[in-house]
């Protein structure tokens, strides 16, 4: 199953037994992502996790419009912020990043409902 379009996303982020997890697409490949990035990060650079349906879509469209978003800025697709867990978004601080920026869907128009809610919930 393609895992940016599977179904049950956030639950296998928000499961505390870890009893789905979506293949490729695991907390350690993800934690690996940040820490590379982190790492080769100036200062001033900053990550951001932008979601396929609601912050990688505006940037996409303001391609398509012509708008630029600042070249500090490295955007990493997620299918859903739901579906990150608090220890990808800790590596990517023990690894040295400057900052992280969550962009997902509008809260009221989140594409799978509760990936606002669960990352909200788990994330402060």
């Not at 303001?62 to 990493?76: E, F, I, V």
């Not at 867990?85 to 009221?108: H, K, T």
Request: with cysteine; glycine share 10%.
């Amino acid at each position: 199953m393609d895992p940016w379009s599977a179904p049950g996303r956030t639950c296998a982020a928000a499961c505390p037994h870890h009893a789905l997890i979506l293949q490729n697409n695991t907390n350690l490949q993800r934690e690996a992502q940040v820490a590379a990035l982190a790492q080769s990060l100036a200062e001033g650079e900053v990550m951001a996790y932008g979601c396929v349906w609601g912050g990688l879509a505006a940037a996409d469209h303001a391609g398509l419009k012509g708008l630029t978003y600042d070249p500090r800025l490295y955007l990493l697709r997620v299918g859903c912020i739901g579906q990150l867990d608090p220890s990808v978004l800790a590596r990517a601080f023990m690894e040295g990043a400057n900052g992280l920026i969550l962009i997902g869907c509008p809260p009221d128009d989140c594409h799978h409902s509760y990936g606002l809610d669960h990352t909200w919930s788990r994330s402060t």
